[in-house]
């Protein structure tokens, strides 16, 4: 009783008496506001490889157009360094940009700003990202499990689909985890193409949901649909008669995808010990026509409607707080391809591609990992490739947890 009423007396002098002001030096708020006015954070991943395969010209993964570069790449090389600048723009607001440099040519990977500040679990991005499809698509190069990405990924994407355009998510209130997301934009990523009209020219819908299971294991599953549309988009074929003939795509692309995600870590600390399987499973339709671009060869003008699948597993087991090891299989399907007038004229074999890896790796930090990974790749028909890959990942800089 005795404190409780000096603590009342104290708060009735505090009410009356105006303490003094102290007067900050001119000289002290200007350092403050130079310090903060522009204080981003700043991070660098340098990611570089040696590679032993098999040299094969125009490398591709044979029964699929081709979606990127030739991984053709071996010996030494610096492969990707990403620069990284993200900040809050203000309480509401929050950008990022990501450079991507790589043989001396650099380009943006991402460049996008989020918001803060809507709350009721909405979440809105806008400008050029990583799209939150699937599973993987969403994580960059150096914070993938394995030195390359999946087949899956190489012929649905090229390596992973970007968008420019507009995400919004909503997080269900909810204790079961529930994501929903909804996407709309250019569509210039393969499989689509830019058009440079107005306009939407791709769109994506997705959900998520996962959950724990006591203390030391948790899971996610999700399903996602995305539809492009390509504007002649060239790819090679080969005639009967051995000749080279360039066709052009005009049409659209349907892609299904689910993914499913197990973590397990003793008593939920996964610092010391902990297993993560991973999955996903795709199937992609294409309908519309096929015309004559540049060499034709016996190449006419007719229908173009293909279905094709492929899914990967992989699971990863770190043993000791610096080590993992890891294996992954990965298989694909060319399926049903339909050229129309062309199936008399063109070479369209059946194939089911396939890869094996396993990996292990060793961290000193969360910031510096080298990994070796070998690989049998039968991707291409009539060819194995046994490969072996050294990589370094080393983070500079202020760089956030990954996602789930």
């Known amino acids: 009783a005795a404190l409780e009423q000096r603590l009342a007396q104290a708060e009735t002098r505090a009410s009356v008496e105006k303490p003094e002001s102290v007067p900050v030096p001119v000289e002290s708020r200007q350092t403050v506001a130079a310090a903060n006015a522009f204080n981003p954070e700043v991070s660098l991943i340098l990611q570089g490889q040696y590679r032993h395969a098999k040299d094969v010209p125009g490398r591709a993964i ?13 010996g030494f090389s610096a492969d990707e360094t990403e620069l990284v600048l993200a900040a809050n723009v203000d309480p509401y607001w929050r950008g990022q940009a990501i450079v991507a440099m790589a043989d001396g040519q650099a380009q943006i990977e991402e460049a996008w700003f989020q918001s803060l500040g809507i709350g009721e679990g ?98 996610r599953a999700g399903a996602s649909w995305l539809k492009t549309r390509a504007a002649e988009r060239t790819a090679d074929f080969v005639d009967i008669n051995g000749a080279l003939a360039q066709g052009a795509f005009t049409g659209d692309s349907t892609t299904w995808l689910a ?26 339709d294409e309908r519309g026509g096929l015309d004559c671009a540049g060499t034709c060869g016996a190449l006419v003008d007719s229908r173009y409607k293909t279905r094709q699948s492929g899914w990967y597993a992989q699971g990863v087991y770190q043993f000791a707080p610096e080590w993992r090891a890891g294996l992954r299989y990965e298989q694909l399907d060319s399926g049903t391809r339909d050229l129309g007038a062309n199936m008399a004229n063109l070479v369209v074999d059946s194939y089911r591609p396939k890869k094996v890896s396993a990996m292990v790796d060793y961290s000193w930090s969360e910031f510096s990992r080298v990994r070796l990974q070998i690989a049998q790749d039968k991707s291409m028909q009539g060819i194995t490739d046994n490969q072996l890959t050294l990589q370094y990942v080393m983070s500079l800089g202020a760089h956030g947890a990954h996602k789930f």
């Open 62 to 74: 044979s029964g699929f157009v081709p979606g990127g570069e030739s991984l053709n790449t071996r």
């Open 122 to 219: 909405i979440g809105l991005k806008a400008g050029r990202f990583r799209s939150g499809i699937g599973y993987l698509n969403e994580q960059h190069p150096h914070a993938r499990d394995f030195s390359d990405a999946p087949l899956m990924y190489q012929a649905m994407f090229g390596d992973s689909y970007a968008q420019d355009g507009v995400q919004l998510k909503w997080l269900a209130p909810t204790p079961l985890f529930v994501e929903l997301g909804a996407e709309i934009g250019r569509g210039a990523h393969f499989p689509g193409t830019d058009r440079n009209r107005n306009g939407v020219g791709g769109g994506a819908l997705y959900v998520h949901v996962g959950d724990d299971v006591g203390i030391s294991n948790s899971w």
């Open 259 to 284: 993914d499913f995600v197990w973590k397990w870590a003793p008593n939920g600390n996964s610092a010391h010990q902990n297993f993560k399987f991973q999955s996903e499973y795709f199937m992609r």
